[in-house]
């Protein structure tokens, strides 16, 4: 869990300094380094309205954590200012809240007004909706396009090659360790403040 009490209990109890990874919470303000979501999502979603798409759906399961949230914010101001509406059915989950499991069966469920474009709070939500697009008849990209987030290994292993948001984790993870390394040299940061990591467009086959 990520919630509130078991981060203030790390933090009081644990006796050793903390960085957070790919995880905020202000309300223990704990130093954090994180990819820069929103805006990561914002461009992904404008960069398929420039290919010719206005029906795009989200895939996430929003309120689940951070990213996936900011993800959906980011998409979501993008939509917001090409004057596009979200119909409650264009967020679609992927995972169960308690678990955070994937199921093809439980989630995924398409909306009445089939879109043209997804875009995936991550890559592996992609990989799910390919399949599960496939299975029905679907082709990507000819009928439908699939953008992802974070260009892990599995994007470049699709094919067609993922189109997706790329995350510099040797840079996220280095910084990580330099704030982990100064807090325990000084016992306490000169700031409780995020650092956020840009990411970058990694244009694939999929759009």
């Known amino acids: ?23 905020y919470n202000d309300a223990v303000g704990l130093d954090t380094v994180i990819s820069n979501s929103f805006y990561g999502t914002y461009a992904l979603t404008n960069y398929l309205f420039s290919m010719g798409h206005k029906k795009i759906a989200y895939v996430g399961t929003v309120g689940m954590t951070n990213s996936i949230t900011d993800r959906y914010l980011g998409y979501l101001k993008s939509m917001m200012e090409h004057g596009m509406d979200v119909p409650k ?10 678990t955070g499991r994937m199921d093809l069966e439980k989630y995924y469920k398409f909306p009445k007004d089939m879109p043209t474009a997804f875009v995936c709070n991550c890559d592996l939500a992609a990989s799910y909706l390919i399949r599960k697009l496939e299975n029905e008849g679907y082709r990507v990209p000819e ?41 325990i040299e000084h016992k306490r940061g000169c700031s409780y403040k995020p650092v956020i990591v840009d990411s970058c467009l990694e244009k694939g086959e999929s759009v």
């Open 89 to 98: 059915d264009y967020v679609m989950d992927d995972r169960d809240t308690k």
């Open 143 to 183: 009928d439908v396009s699939v953008a992802g987030y974070d260009d892990i290994f599995i994007a470049s292993q699709l094919r067609p090659r993922l189109t997706t948001v790329h995350q510099d984790t040797e840079v996220i993870g280095r910084i990580a360790a330099e704030k982990l390394i100064s807090l």
């Open 1 to 23: 869990t990520t919630g509130t009490p078991y981060i203030e209990q790390i933090e009081k109890e644990g006796g050793v300094p903390v960085v957070c990874l790919d995880f």
